[in-house]
């Protein structure tokens, strides 16, 4: 869950940078969660396919709030920072940060834990290789 006391930066690796345009909004205006989610799953994957050294799928998406609107134009970043590596599974957890283009501030906008599972060509579940590990 997300807690705003937890650390005024972001915590991990900057995996993903984007700018949400005005087709990425809800009806209200605001930047819509479901594109916010999106752009998490594809940071986080970009991490586990790295220590997976190969293909991985999402597994699950643990609890998410969102404390702030995005607005259409603000400078959205994905951090991740490994949590965990198992057999044939991790745990990567993404927080999102955005500003205006003209701010200097950035402000936390949410963070979730993603699971995925390494799978080989034919989508079947494959262990994760011992020396990506330790890396």
Known sequence: MYDDSFSPNPQGELMLRVVPMVGDANPNGDI?????????DTAASLMASKIARGRVTTMAIGDMS?????????????Y?????VGRSSLRVT??????????????????????Y?????????????AQAKSS
């Open 32 to 40: 819509s969660g479901g594109w916010l989610v999106t752009q998490m």
């Open 66 to 78: 969102f404390v702030r609107p995005v607005k259409v134009g603000s400078v959205v970043c994905c």
């Open 80 to 84: 991740a920072l490994l949590k965990q």
């Open 94 to 115: 993404v927080e999102v940060w955005c500003r205006m283009p003209e701010e200097e501030q950035r402000q936390k906008v949410t963070e979730a834990e993603f699971t």
């Open 117 to 129: 599972v390494a799978i080989d060509e034919q989508r079947r579940i494959r262990p994760i290789p």
